[in-house]
């Protein structure tokens, strides 16, 4: 923590290593958006997906921060304000749910799955990473555009490996699983406590 306190400072003068440290830190807090993301679509689409659950459940979990690739247009300043803003608004969030959640019904039409379903579930998901940013330092747009300000509860670093771990296990421990959408519930049943631990113990 020290060393990332370090070239943290304004006075660092040594820019390519401290770029770095930052995008190392960007990366770690990707995996950690990707980890709880895949459990949550586990918990919430097993039954009907299977692992692919997981993986979906990945995707969404980190889909906020695919704002990053517009950083090419933007200068530095422009990308302080953009990432964490509007991609992370409740107002976005909706209209996205919405839009995102008629396609996933065409794509899940063989599983069965609705509009609503399917929007909901990406609502979760992307909820849940803002939610998660809001509990860092960094904070998020939450309110944008009635609310320009970001909500920042600072309860948790921007990177938290006592966080992040036991999330990432529990990920990957469900993805070595079989799990056919074609089982029972007795398929699920099986697969919850260890989605319950990583949420606990990451708690």
Avoid at 170 to 176: C, G, K, T
Wanted: glycine share 8%; hydrophobic share 50%; proline share 4%.
């Amino acid at each position: 923590m020290l060393c990332v306190s370090l070239f943290s400072q304004k006075k660092f003068t040594f820019p390519y290593f401290r770029n770095r440290i930052s995008l190392h830190l960007r990366a770690v807090d990707w995996v950690t958006h990707v980890a709880l993301g895949a459990l949550i679509g586990d918990w919430m689409m097993r039954k009907r997906l299977g692992n692919w659950a997981l993986a979906w459940g990945a995707l969404f979990g980190i889909l906020p921060d695919l704002d990053v690739f517009f950083y090419p247009l933007l200068d530095t300043a422009q990308r302080l304000a953009w990432h964490g803003g509007p991609s992370h608004s409740i107002a976005i969030i909706a209209l996205g749910s919405y839009g995102i959640g008629r396609g996933l019904e065409k794509l899940w039409k063989r599983e069965k799955i609705t509009r609503s379903e399917a929007g909901w579930f990406v609502f979760v998901l992307w909820v849940s990473h803002v939610l998660l940013d809001c509990l860092t330092v960094e904070g998020a747009d939450f309110l944008w555009p009635i609310l320009n300000q970001r909500i920042s509860f600072n309860l948790l670093n921007q990177i938290d490996f006592l966080f992040t771990a036991p999330l990432v296990i529990a990920a990957i421990s469900l993805a070595l699983v079989r799990s056919p959408v074609a089982k029972k519930s007795r398929s699920k049943k099986r697969h919850r406590p260890r989605n319950a631990t990583g949420f606990f113990i990451g708690a």
